[in-house]
């Protein structure tokens, strides 16, 4: 009897947890703008793209993250800003952001010393959803292109 309970209560659970089942977020990065560069430390401000491919709105109040450039930490972000991203919608938030001067020189580096057109990036980080520890997470991989400006044969 006590087995049967068990296991009827192990399906309803997991059939709760698969009403909460949500893809993740997509976050990009919609605009980078240097706002102070300082030895020791750059501030940023980063506008994100949050496109949510779910039937359930998410509401946020909070966001936290660290942004990685060419696989390496390059800074971390918060934003106390509250919002909803729609059903198969999408929302776009502004973040500050900080990176230390190691991140800094090391991006450096990597620019002058490989002949890149691009940079990859991932930004990971949560969304807090205000109501204790509820939260949704996000890990997003991108890339930034810089225009060539010469003519590639064939395209």
Known sequence: ?????????????????????????SVTIAEFNPVEIGVLEQRYDIKVRLLNPNDTEIAFDGVAFDLE????????????????????GEAVITM?????????LRQIGELQKQDRVGLSYRIKGRLNSGEGFWFTQFNTAGEFLFPTGEAKPGK
């Open 96 to 104: 500050k952001v900080v990176s230390g001067l190691g991140s800094f």
């Open 1 to 25: 009897m006590q087995r049967g309970l068990r296991f009827l209560a192990c399906l309803c659970f997991l059939g709760g947890c698969a009403h909460f089942a949500r893809e993740p977020l």
């Open 69 to 88: 450039i060419n696989g390496q930490p390059f800074a971390k972000g918060v934003s106390d800003q509250k919002g909803v991203v729609p059903r198969f």
